[in-house]
């Protein structure tokens, strides 16, 4: 095997631009300026952005609202979803945008595009896509997290990815697909202009639809279910007038087949909707990177998709996209290589589509560690050198800082080796990245479940912990699954990490300070175990649809040609202690970092220790330290406070007690609560904040069935 490096791993604080960069890229850098203003979106009180600026920091220098007031802010209207579609407790996968004087955002899993009065809550107009088959067998209906705008030529314009995969562009003020932009859909209902078909241009030149032979493409059904399945997670970013669109796939833990359609990332024309260009997220003969699929892997392997919102830094021309793994994501003996451009921080010429530079951050992954969160953009000064920084928070716990404009890593980063896989035919990477600064959210990521993490609430605690740890290999981040069934000839493995999904609740920043906000949890487990296939496909049923192939409704169709050698079987979990685990629990962690020197400066408990620990028996009469409570914290930056909540955990509707509804205005430098309001209904995701005629609001995303706002806004102001 030929090892690709990662051409950023220099131990060195040094601003050198790398050499594949080119020499447009090396002009760039030589005329980027460092601690400017922040990024384009929230001038003049706007919101434009998902992540209001175009550095995805979720911050806003609005302070009308400060601490002196906040505790006089009142509900000004709520907006509802109840009438929009099916799943409303997922609606709140969206940030709204405000801009040109409007809301807008997209509601429950029909993605529906609306348009909401700033002032009254109302709403305005509405679009839906029309219904196709596509559509209802998409894995991500109701993960798309917003829209996207732009104005050109004057006109204020919303796009749209849809879970079918179709690009939209509609006009701001009215909802209508634009007049003579993109290209006809040969369906019926479908609008004749506004709208681009994805699919065509994301199979062209793929050699699994080239060799294709059962039929012509059909819109209806867009990517054949035999050879994948296509969606989106995240709304297009506009950047310089070129429309990026990012791609999502089912995910890859729900699957065994090893073939799938390749997430290439696209860019249209913002004004007249052509298309421009493709990056091949799977290298191709010829190809940077193309050597890291090794066994002619990259002919057939797929997905890699870009679940996470992207960001970009129009002064430069470039955007920066974040990938997951590819196929089978538990076994990777089909796939062997660091498999670029899986687990990767991209950076790419939004003119062209080229690749500036990378950081690949986990290489051959089969943790499902893909990189969940937008990349963060903002100036920092280090070591009294001006740096526009790119700053990347992983599942894992691991924060990885770099210089934007050259990939150049801000602190060092080290390869360490790592725990290999015992299953019969997989592979795992000899190392893995880990940057020395800053330190992890949590440091038990570093080595894993050692005595300092131990449970030792009493001796006895202590002593039965220790004895069921001396059965485990302990490691930390990188612990690959065991065959099953195994023999002793195997050792158990036991990894940690401190991340948590930070999928529900991404970082922020503070351009103007430095700071950096991540909530996270502790999580320890036996990663379970794998079980041969012996060929047979696992894929979803809930996937099947009637289709040309004959495939009906809840069967599961046969779906590829070829399919893992092992797949995830029985999970294999850890022992408790009478419901105890074996670590000290830290469920909800707040964490601030001054990222000008990649130190921590305070980390906060978010709620209070659950019951069923505070209570437990074995634990009477003790001082418990307090392990945070139910409910992620979600967060956003606004003048000199940190507006905070806790946001319903993933797949559940139920409020928790130790979850109260309120939403706190935090001192952003210490984070002490400053003040603190009611909320009608358990925050969820995000929130932004804008001006309007001269009044500042608070639109926080809440939902709960039990509360009677299933999926809602509810915007604050000032009496």
Known sequence: ?????????????????????????????????????????????????????????????????????????????????????????????????????????????????????????????????????????SPRRSYGKGVAYAEVNGRGVIYITTPAFFLWALDAKTGRPLENWGSPVPLDDFEQTGVVDLVPQLLDGWGQWERWDQGPYDPNYGVPRELGMVTSSAPPIVVNGVVVVLVGHQPSYGQTRIENIPGDIMGYDAETGEFLWKFHVIPRPGEFGHE?????????????????????????????????????????????????????????????????????????????????TAPILMDLTVDGVEIPAVIQNTKQGLIFAFNRATGEPIWPIEDRPVIQTQVPGNYTSATQPYPTW??????????????????????????????????????????????????????????????????????????????????????????????????????????????????????????????????????????????????????????????????????????????????????????????????WSIQMVMGDLLIQTRALSWGTTQIRPDAPLELHARDKMTGEILGTIDLPAPGQYGMMTYMHEGKQYIVVQIGSVQTGYPGALVAYTLP
């Open 438 to 631: 800053p330190e992890p959210v949590d440091r038990i990521v570093i080595d894993g479940l050692t005595e300092e993490f131990v449970i030792d609430y009493t001796p006895e605690l202590n002593a039965e912990a220790r004895i069921i740890l001396s059965q485990y290999q302990i490691g930390g981040l990188y612990v690959p699954a065991l065959p099953f069934p195994h023999d002793n000839d195997f050792t158990n493995n036991l990894g940690c990490r401190g991340g948590g999904d930070i999928i529900y609740h991404p970082p922020v920043a503070d351009p103007s300070t430095g700071m950096f906000y991540a909530s996270h949890r502790r999580t320890c487990s036996a990663p379970g175990f794998m079980e041969p296939t012996n060929g047979v496909d696992r894929d979803n049923p809930n996937y099947a649809v009637p289709g040309p192939t004959g495939a009906t409704p809840n069967s599961t169709p046969t779906t590829g040609t070829t399919v893992a050698a092992w797949s995830p079987g029985r999970f294999g979990g850890l022992p408790t202690l009478d419901g105890l685990r074996l670590w000290k629990p830290m469920e909800n962690q707040l964490t601030a970092y001054q990222m000008n020197t990649g130190d921590k400066t305070w980390s906060v408990t978010i709620g209070q220790t659950s019951e069923r620990i505070s209570s437990h028996p074995r634990l009477a009469g003790l001082d418990i330290p307090n392990a945070g409570g139910a409910g």
């Open 1 to 137: 095997m030929t090892k690709m490096p990662n051409a950023e791993l220099r131990p060195v604080r040094t601003q050198a631009p790398m050499f594949c960069l080119g020499l447009a890229s090396a002009l760039l850098i030589l005329t980027a300026t460092a601690a400017s203003a922040q990024l384009p979106g929230t001038e003049n009180g706007e919101w434009r952005y998902l992540g209001g600026d175009a550095g995805h920091t979720r911050s806003s220098t609005l302070d009308q609202i400060n601490a002196s007031n906040f505790e006089d802010l009142e509900v000004d209207w709520i907006w509802k979803s109840d009438n929009f579609g099916p799943n409303l407790d997922y609606f709140s996968r969206a940030t709204p945008i405000y801009a040109d004087g409007m809301i807008y955002t997209v509601a429950t899993t029909r993605r529906q595009v609306v348009a909401i009065d700033p002032d009254t809550g109302e709403t305005i107009w509405m679009f839906r896509e029309p219904e196709t088959v596509r559509f209802l067998r």
């Open 292 to 372: 890291t699929w090794e066994n002619d892997a990259w002919m057939w392997s797929g997905d890699m998709s870009s679940w996470a919102p992207a960001s970009a830094d129009p002064e430069l021309g470039l955007v920066y996209i974040v990938t997951n793994a590819s196929t089978v994501q538990s076994y990777t003996g089909h796939r062997p290589g660091d498999n670029l451009f899986g687990g990767t921080l991209l950076a790419l010429d939004v003119q062209t589509g080229e690749r500036r530079w990378h950081f690949q951050i986990h290489r051959s992954d089969q943790w499902n560690y893909d990189l969940p």
